[in-house]
């Protein structure tokens, strides 16, 4: 079987019931296992969500989401992003936040912010066109064979983590019920857990994972220690990359095993592990996906994702691609793998934009009636999804 084909159908037809099944995180009680993963809208005015962000979220918590995640939201950083239409979180946004987690919390839902840094990837705003712009990275490198601004001193990584604190203290004061640190992906934390992107000598780099993630590991562990006992750290972490489908920050499970127990350590309670499918093993010898690695070394939640829903990857998706809902056997695979303990929780996204009922119509099997996602359809302009 090919990482495409469709995995046996454990029957005709399935049933998402254990899914419905409520999880606590420390102080946090979610009703079920569905979660709308972070994935940038472009609505936002300077960093601010505007009412249709709000209403899209909320509108996801109705039709039966339990956890959101709000798009990648950059630190309040000079160096974090110069994007006006990416989401940012400071002091000049944080009442347009808090509606935000309003919204969701009086839908019924919970609501994380993703905390993010845009790293060495190179959206524009180099000395050339932005001189107040400097792109800040481990090593000044966007991808292999690609340099983009410079990389960090340690006395700008102590005033990044002091970022990413700060954002995680306004999540905090808005309402937010966590955070989740984007460290996948190809963008800043997930700069230094990559060997490609991460040269430096200096407690921060190396060739051993544990090296590799002393910085991200230094920010959850900060952020940990502001927050309190109470307040919910999630990491994204991911192999592949935008630019790299084929990177790998880990080459085998022990290593996997090593970051993740890192992590824990540094105060993280959930694993969000991002792949393009969900059913693809991760190593020779095992039908585990990353996520069901990651499980198998950590007491903490795990989220799985990829193409929940659909038939083609999210980059096949952004490419233009037009994917088509799957029906019962791939739904039935992701439930056997979930009461199989490789995961705690499920990230729904293309699925949920296209239909934000997604979750109650699945529950329902009401699958003919799902809206399938459209990457260029007018009325869900500026589609971009990174999970």
């Not at 064979?145 to 002091?162: D, H, I, P, V, Y």
């Not at 969900?278 to 010898?285: L, R, S």
């Not at 903490?300 to 038939?311: E, F, P, R």
Request: with cysteine.
């Amino acid at each position: 079987m090919t990482e495409l084909d469709e995995p046996a159908a454990p029957a005709a037809d399935y049933d998402i019931t254990p899914l419905h099944q409520p999880l606590r995180i420390r102080g946090l009680e979610l009703r079920n296992r569905f979660v709308m993963p972070g994935m940038q809208r472009y609505w936002c005015v300077d960093g601010a969500p505007d009412h249709r962000l709000r209403e899209y979220y909320r509108r996801r918590v109705q039709g039966g989401a339990a956890l959101i995640v709000s798009e990648s939201c950059a630190i309040d950083h000079p160096s974090a992003t110069k994007n006006p239409t990416f989401a940012r979180i400071s002091p000049d946004t944080r009442e347009a936040w808090r509606a935000c987690v309003a919204g969701v919390h009086e839908a019924g839902g919970a609501m994380f912010l993703q905390l993010w840094h845009q790293g060495a990837v190179n959206y524009g705003g180099d000395a050339e066109s932005n001189p107040d712009f400097v792109a800040l990275s481990p090593s000044g490198i966007a991808h292999p064979g690609e340099s983009f601004g410079r990389a960090a001193t340690e006395a700008e990584l102590a005033s990044l983590k002091r970022a990413f604190v700060q954002g995680a203290l306004d999540a905090a004061e808005i309402g937010a019920d966590g955070v989740e640190l984007h460290s996948a992906h190809g963008f800043l934390l997930d700069q230094f857990l990559w060997p490609g992107t991460n040269l430096r000598t200096d407690r921060y780099g190396g060739p051993e994972i544990t090296g590799r993630a002393t910085f991200v590991a230094e920010v959850a562990e900060a952020v940990r220690a502001a927050t309190g006992p109470d307040f919910v750290i999630s990491v994204r972490i991911s192999q592949w990359k935008e630019s790299d489908f084929d990177a790998r920050i880990v080459e085998e499970p022990a290593q996997l095993g090593e970051l993740v127990a890192m992590l824990r350590a540094a105060g993280a309670d959930i694993f969000h592990v991002s792949t393009r499918r969900f059913w693809t093993p991760e190593w020779a010898g095992s039908d585990l996906g990353l996520a069901g690695w990651a499980k198998s070394f950590t007491d903490a939640a795990v989220i799985a994702v990829g193409s929940v829903g659909l038939d083609i990857d999210v980059m096949a998706s952004l490419a233009g691609q037009e994917g088509r809902p799957t029906g019962a056997s791939r739904i039935g695979e992701l439930v056997r793998r979930f009461e199989r303990g490789d995961f705690d929780l499920v990230s729904v996204g293309r699925s949920q934009i296209g239909d934000p009922d997604w979750v109650t119509k699945m529950t329902d099997h009401r699958i003919p009636d799902i809206r399938g996602f459209r990457a260029n359809d007018t009325a869900l302009s500026h589609d971009v999804a990174t999970t």
